[in-house]
């Protein structure tokens, strides 16, 4: 009889905890909204600490070079361009790319026409607040609008933005998105949405609290179709005070646009003021000049 009761009762406490979510697993959708929001905040939080705490919120350049992958439409592989990449935040940024040999990708790469690539060498897109300029063979030339325009929203899209600087603006609402699992990795989902809409979706790593994957979702204002751009971070290195991810993917609807091999980075390196101005790349035109004499 004890054996019979003892059955009983283990088998009602076996289902009992089946009914009881798993330690750490919350529905969003149950939460209060003030709830939702404190458990969104503190895993921005702990993905801030993860990244490098203050070493990581107090960057203001960066300055990075490797390899880029670029894709065609049908996710075939176009081919590669090495590039060096500095930035000073929120909206200055110097792109310099470079090819031996004979290039078309390029014009395709940063939406310019008339570079003169073909046959190798430099081309750098500089991009100040507002303003843009290119340098070429050809000299200097000022940046189409679009161009600009194009640049500016990115940046408003650019995760490492919305950590260090746009989470305190005005219209910015934080909630907690749950959990999951991402390319066989635990994760917690945060969403961020600001006051146009964009709305950011970071999947942190429960062990790491690294950035594993980040979504940024648009409308289109002309189909009302929405768009998804998702960012695939991996080989995460510390690199002066940042865990850096130094391989980095790009996907725009589920089709891959670019990848990243990043070979070095360093951060707060110091720039000089005019090394994001129109005259350091006439500097620059004018010594290549010389060195043709």
């Given at each position: 009889?004890?054996?019979?009761?003892?059955?009983?009762?283990?088998?009602?406490?076996?289902?009992?905890?089946?009914?009881?979510?798993?330690?750490?697993?919350?529905?969003?959708?149950?939460?209060?909204?003030?709830?939702?929001?404190?458990?969104?905040?503190?895993?921005?939080?702990?993905?801030?600490?993860?990244?490098?705490g203050p070493g990581y919120s107090e960057v203001r350049e960066s300055e990075c070079s490797g390899r880029r992958a670029l894709f065609g439409h049908s996710g075939d592989l176009t081919g590669y361009i090495d590039f060096n990449d500095f930035r000073r935040f929120p909206d200055k940024a110097r792109i310099e790319y470079m090819r031996k040999g004979r290039n078309t990708i390029l014009l395709s790469l940063i939406g310019l026409d008339g570079l003169d690539f073909t046959h190798g060498g430099i081309v750098i897109a500089l991009y100040n607040g507002d303003r843009g300029w290119s340098y070429d063979r050809s000299g200097v030339n000022e940046l189409p609008a679009t161009s600009v325009t194009d640049f500016q929203e990115q940046m408003k899209r650019n995760v490492d933005n919305l950590l260090r600087f746009r989470l305190k603006e005005p219209g910015i609402s934080i909630r907690f998105g749950g959990?999951?699992?991402?390319?066989?990795?635990?994760?917690?989902?945060?969403?961020?949405?600001?006051?146009?809409?964009?709305?950011?979706?970071?999947?942190?790593n429960r062990s790491t609290h690294l950035l594993d994957r980040a979504i940024v979702s648009t409308t289109d204002p002309e189909n009302q179709q929405v768009n998804d751009d998702a960012t695939i971070y991996t080989n995460y290195q510390l690199k002066d005070s940042v865990w850096t991810p130094m391989q980095i993917s790009r996907e725009h609807n589920g089709r891959r646009t670019a990848q990243f091999f990043l070979d070095t980075c360093r951060f707060n390196p110091g720039f000089p003021d005019d090394l994001f101005t129109i005259a350091s790349l006439q500097k620059r035109g004018s010594e290549s000049v010389l060195k043709k004499k």
């Open positions: 009889m004890r054996m019979k009761f003892a059955l009983i009762v283990g088998i009602v406490l076996l289902a009992a905890a089946c009914l009881v979510p798993r330690a750490g697993a919350q529905n969003p959708d149950t939460m209060m909204p003030e709830q939702s929001e404190a458990k969104g905040k503190q895993i921005l939080q702990d993905l801030m600490n993860g990244l490098g959990n999951d699992t991402v390319d066989l990795k635990q994760v917690d989902w945060v969403e961020v949405t600001d006051s146009e809409d964009r709305k950011f979706r970071l999947a942190v």
